[in-house]
């Protein structure tokens, strides 16, 4: 599931259509989701997609 939602956030261009295409994919599914692939590449940087960045700052 995480590999699903990180592609769906690289795929959408917001978090509104998103939302739209997706209602049961929360706030706090995305959160965590981004919290796991952190905690799993460790030190590796990687360019994170304009909606997770954007859900990160919010």
């Not at 699903?4 to 049961?24: C, D, F, H, K, S």
């Not at 989701?33 to 994170?48: H, Q």
Request: charged residues 30%; hydrophobic residues 45%.
């Amino acid at each position: 599931m995480v590999r699903r939602v990180i592609e769906l956030l690289a795929t959408y261009p917001g978090q509104e259509e998103l939302e739209q295409n997706l209602p049961e994919l929360e706030d706090e599914d995305i959160r965590q989701t981004l919290v796991f692939a952190a905690s799993y590449l460790g030190d590796r940087i990687i360019e994170l997609p304009l909606i997770a960045m954007k859900l990160l700052l919010d």
